[in-house]
């Protein structure tokens, strides 16, 4: 099927399209742009160099992705941004590509990004997350599959949101959050398992007692590797388990408590 170009659209000679795709007016493509098939630019939509786009992706009026970043150590070094497969972008959404820390910015497949929000540089966003408005991700966060974050969410730089979160809308953090559980309150704090997202996943009773188990242990100790070695001793360590205590292990900024 051959791309539906409007003749108000400006798309770079050397930019590379697959099949399906339909360009609406005053959008933009630049130069070093690759995208796949059956993509949807509504209208006045930027794609600019390092834009690499899979299939299926419909983007709405207004978006800019690998837009340069807000990083004043970027240098005009090659990055890119690349961008998976079915996700909704919609009004306004800005997504910048990397720096020379990771070398790109990373969206995966069937996301929905809400209007007006920001991917910053280097940033990792997983598969089948929810974004709300406005939400505003710093330099290198990473989000796991399966995230919800609510509208109006501020993110500090290099914080790691754990997978199948509910994130409280208004909500600021510089500290990681761990998967399963509800983010919210002033300040942010842990509120509980996210209960009815991991029954709509298909979460079995049992793992989710599991879960919300090992969470009581970790957050019963003032330190949290002491809760850590206990649910290690204690519990089966099934995969959710283990996805518990790798992340919290891991996490460089400690994390909500």
Known sequence: MANSISPLAYVHPDAKMGDGNVIGPFCYIDADVVIGNNNVMQNSVTLNKGTRMGSG??????????????????????????????????????????TASKGTTIVGSNNLL????????????????????????????????????????????FVHIGGYVMVQGGSRTSQDI???????????????????????????????LAIREAYNTIYSK?????????????????????????FIESAQRGIIR
């Open 57 to 98: 992706n419909e983007i709405f009026p207004g978006a800019s992705i690998s837009t340069k970043p807000q990083d004043l150590k970027f240098r005009g070094e090659e990055t890119t941004c690349q961008i998976g497969d079915n996700n909704s972008i919609r009004e306004n959404v800005t997504i910048s590509r990397g």
């Open 114 to 157: 809400m209007e007006n929000m920001h991917v910053a540089h280097d940033c990792v966003v997983g598969n089948n997350c929810i974004i709300g408005n406005s939400t505003k991700f710093a330099g290198e966060v990473v989000v796991d599959d399966c995230a919800i974050i609510s509208g109006g969410v501020l993110v500090h730089q």
């Open 178 to 208: 761990p998967p399963y559980v509800i983010a919210g309150k002033e300040p942010i704090r842990f509120a509980g398992l996210n209960l009815i997202g991991l029954r709509r996943r298909g979460f079995s009773n049992e793992s989710i």
């Open 222 to 246: 003032g330190i949290l590797k002491e809760g850590i070695d206990e649910v290690k001793e204690t519990m089966e360590i099934t995969p959710e388990i283990k996805y518990v205590i790798d």
